[in-house]
């Protein structure tokens, strides 16, 4: 069984920064990948990124590439989401995703609504 948690949502200006962090209850290193989803009102979830254990990255478009980046920290055990740039169409709940054994876990979510 995995536990993530989510923390670091919150109501940003357009424009601003905001950055997500997902704690694992096990090492990372175990969960292969890790991501972030993420579900704006009456919207179906859609991936966000993707980082392997390698630390290989993948980005669900070309415009999030350019503000949002994914990373590990390994000694802290847990997989962050730095987003520049937000957008109000950028309003959504983010979760984390684990993969582990074959299974998927997600975290409980955490709301990120940026205002015009």
């Known amino acids: 069984q995995v536990q993530l948690v989510e923390s670091g949502g919150g109501v940003v200006q357009a424009g601003g920064s905001l950055r997500l962090s997902c704690a694992a209850s096990?090492?990372?290193?175990?969960?292969?990948?890790m991501g972030w989803y993420r579900q704006a009102p009456g919207k179906q979830r859609e991936m966000v990124a993707h980082i392997t254990s390698g630390g290989s990255t993948n980005y669900a478009a070309a415009s999030m590439k350019g503000r949002f980046t994914i990373s590990r920290d390994n000694a802290k055990n847990t997989v962050n989401l730095q987003m520049n740039s937000l957008k109000p169409e950028d309003t959504a709940v983010y979760y984390c995703?684990?993969?582990?054994?074959?299974?998927?876990?997600w975290g409980q979510g955490t709301q990120v609504t940026v205002s015009s």
């Open positions: 995703l684990g993969v582990y054994a074959g299974k998927n876990y």
């Open positions: 096990i090492n990372i290193f175990s969960i292969n990948p």
